[in-house]
């Protein structure tokens, strides 16, 4: 499984960081939604689902996380630092975990909030590739 993890641009001042991520540069598709994660408790983990069709981009705004990936066929665990985003395919199981106290997430998504595009159960996952087979 190839990981594509990059930093977005910022224009640095004495004034302060300015991000921007667009579409087609930054975001490998067109964006219907942006959420936000934050206030995240080091001691929980979220996630544990994979999207069927949905595509997302997680940047991690401030603070740090680890982030599991996992196809199928392999699982990588990567850590993610302030300034860095990750590309999460569809059918990608995937698990976040060990936030730090100032971690902010933001997620670029595809598509708009659909819980029918939820796999939510990883023996379901594991089944719903074999059909795609
Ligand atoms: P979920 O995607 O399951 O978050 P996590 O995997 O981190 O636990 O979302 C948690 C809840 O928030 C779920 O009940 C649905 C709701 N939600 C929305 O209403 N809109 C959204 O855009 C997202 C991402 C979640």
Known sequence: ????????????????????????????????????????KSDFERGFHAHKVLKQVIYCVS????????????????????GETVFIDSVVWHVMSHFSKDCVIAVFASDFYKESDYIRDYTEYKNHLTKGL
């Open 63 to 82: 603070g740090s996380f680890m982030l599991l990936l996992d196809d199928g066929k392999e699982s990588k665990t990567i850590e993610l630092l302030a």
């Open 1 to 40: 499984m190839q990981i594509i993890k990059r930093k977005l641009r910022s224009q640095i001042d004495e004034r302060g960081e300015l991000t921007f991520a667009e579409e087609n540069i930054d975001i490998p598709f067109v964006t219907k939604r942006v959420y936000f994660l934050r206030n995240l």
